[in-house]
């Protein structure tokens, strides 16, 4: 007896980078005292992120919290809110305090100068007691920025992994992905960043962009492949609202662009596979003799997290908390120049409470999308049950699909096929108040 044909998911929905997503987050009410909201949680492990919200331009994919150039002294500005904050936290959580991982995002974190990335280190260092020299940190850069003085300030406190958003090496594509670029600007930035000896180099690709062909495809791939890059990053190109592309193309209708972004996808997983990297993840990539320096895929977020700046988020086991969220401009300058006059940081004031179901959701996606999955002794030893018991529906159709490899029954992992519809499997197992929460979100 045959299996019917099983109608499959839209393969690009949400990329689950963090649960639930902050279109769930609301204002608290009451807003919950620093002290109180880490008052009992694990601080010998503790993850610090730092958020820069400024870029030199905006590319039209992009939906992060972010502005283009810092008129007058806004950076000044907000690196003092940013030390008052970071003060304001330090105090609020006590002794001890250990911090394992580290990493500066954005927005672009080299959108500063020197003297200001000097400023920014000592901010996670001296005030926040992050030894970053001894735990290494994480850092986003950009062609344009990724200059001799900001990356030696960077090698010389202690990175490990700087991130290069090429996106293309083609100039036409990169043009058409609003995000103007010359490729020799590119291989400049590389050769910078290779003659600081940070031991993991990581290249973004996108695919999926107007134009782009399987030939152009290979060339960006081998192009990349040229600097051997201990990690590289494929992202499919969604198009958001309120974003530069989004203008020029109803992304709901067009199930063309499914297929040529699933193909463009699989070219370019087999391309990596067959030139000496592993696959961690939908979108990640590490050579297989490269050292590793940090987790496993930084856009994992785990619970412990420390967000500082008006774009980053903090996660506790019972509570996600941030600032508010925009993608439209004149709202993120609002929200920026609301943070920088800010003199009061104890206090979460918006976010989401985490309860017991969702931290279940929250633990299997985290694990079930990456390379390694989901080890069932793990989610059984926090949570008491078993993945299958709380999620029986769920993993049922992933097994009905093909997207679970076989398994002993010890481990849940996806399939080659079920890593390349990560993007549609990880909604299925938001809640039905995430749901709500994100459908009544007000894009703004």
Not at 373 to 382: E, I, K, N, P, S
Not at 408 to 424: E, I, K, M, Q, V
Request: net charge negative; aromatic share 10%; hydrophobic share 40%.
């Amino acid at each position: 007896m045959t299996r019917a044909r099983i109608r499959l998911p839209r393969p690009y929905q949400s990329y689950v980078y963090a649960y639930p997503h902050k279109t769930a987050y609301r204002p608290l009410a009451p807003r919950q005292p620093l002290r109180e909201v880490w008052a009992a949680e694990p601080r010998d492990a503790l993850s610090l992120y730092l958020h820069i919200p400024f870029c030199e331009i905006r590319c039209g994919f992009c939906n992060l919290f972010t502005r283009v150039g810092a008129p007058g002294d806004l950076t000044t500005r907000y690196l003092d809110a940013l030390t008052r904050q970071a003060e304001t936290v330090r105090d609020s959580l006590g002794d001890p305090l250990r911090f394992a991982t580290a990493a500066f995002g954005g927005g672009t974190p080299t959108y500063l100068d020197a003297g200001e990335l000097t400023r920014l280190c000592d901010i996670a260092e001296h005030t926040m007691g992050a030894d970053l020299r001894g735990i290494g940190f994480s850092v986003e850069t950009s062609p344009a920025t990724a200059t001799a003085d900001r990356l030696a300030v960077l090698a010389a406190r202690g990175a490990t992994r700087i991130s290069l958003g090429v996106q293309s090496f083609d100039e036409s594509e990169a043009r058409a992905a609003v995000r103007p670029q010359r490729r020799a600007e590119v291989e400049s930035a590389l050769a910078r960043i290779r003659d600081t000896g940070v031991a993991n180099l990581n290249i973004d690709l996108i695919y999926g962009i107007d134009g782009q062909t399987a030939h152009s495809w290979y060339a960006s791939l081998n192009a990349a492949l040229t600097w051997r890059p201990e990690e590289i990053y494929l992202y499919p190109l969604y198009v958001r609202p309120l974003t530069g592309l989004a203008r020029r193309r109803d992304e709901a209708a067009d199930l063309e662009w499914d297929d040529e972004r699933l193909r463009l996808y699989r070219q370019g997983r087999d391309h990596l596979l067959a030139n000496g990297y592993q696959q961690r993840s939908m979108r990640m990539f590490r050579r297989a003799d490269a050292p590793v320096t940090g987790p496993d895929d930084y856009s994992c977020q785990t619970d412990g997290m420390i967000g500082l700046g008006c774009g980053a988020r903090s996660y506790t086991r019972g509570l996600h908390y941030s600032f508010d969220y925009a993608v439209g401009v004149p709202e993120i300058r609002s929200i920026i120049d609301s943070y920088t006059a800010t003199t009061d940081f104890g206090h979460a004031i918006h976010g989401r409470v985490i309860d017991e179901e969702e931290a279940r959701r929250r633990f299997l996606l985290q694990s079930i999308l990456q390379a390694d999955g989901l080890v069932v002794a793990d989610y059984r030893a926090r949570f008491g049950t078993g993945p299958q018991q709380d999620f029986p529906a769920e993993l049922d159709r992933l097994a009905d699909r093909g997207w679970l490899a076989d398994t002993t029954g010890d481990l849940l992992r996806l399939s080659p096929d079920g890593l390349a519809y990560s993007d549609a499997i990880g909604p299925e197992f938001f809640s039905a108040a995430v749901r709500a929460a994100m459908a009544g979100y007000e894009l703004r």
